[in-house]
């Protein structure tokens, strides 16, 4: 798929897309938005999520 394809279908600008490939960096909007059109989103979920601490002394053990 193009960048221009791809902008225009992620709702990401080109230019954050030209930059992402040439400089790896992105911000999180961005990234989120076309892992979304890519159907990946799911992929981030282990990323953002936090375990369950019911006590300090589970905090401390981490």
């Not at 992402?20 to 909007?29: A, G, M, Q």
């Not at 076309?34 to 936090?50: G, K, N, V, Y």
Request: contains cysteine; charged residues 25%; aromatic residues 10%.
């Amino acid at each position: 798929m193009s960048q221009q394809a791809l902008a225009r279908k992620s709702g990401v600008s080109y230019g954050s897309i030209r930059r992402f490939e040439r400089t790896s960096e992105i911000s999180l909007t961005s990234l989120l938005q076309i892992a979304r059109f890519m159907d990946c989103l799911a992929d981030f979920e282990q990323l953002f999520s936090t375990p369950k601490i019911l006590d300090l002394n589970e905090y401390i053990k981490m």
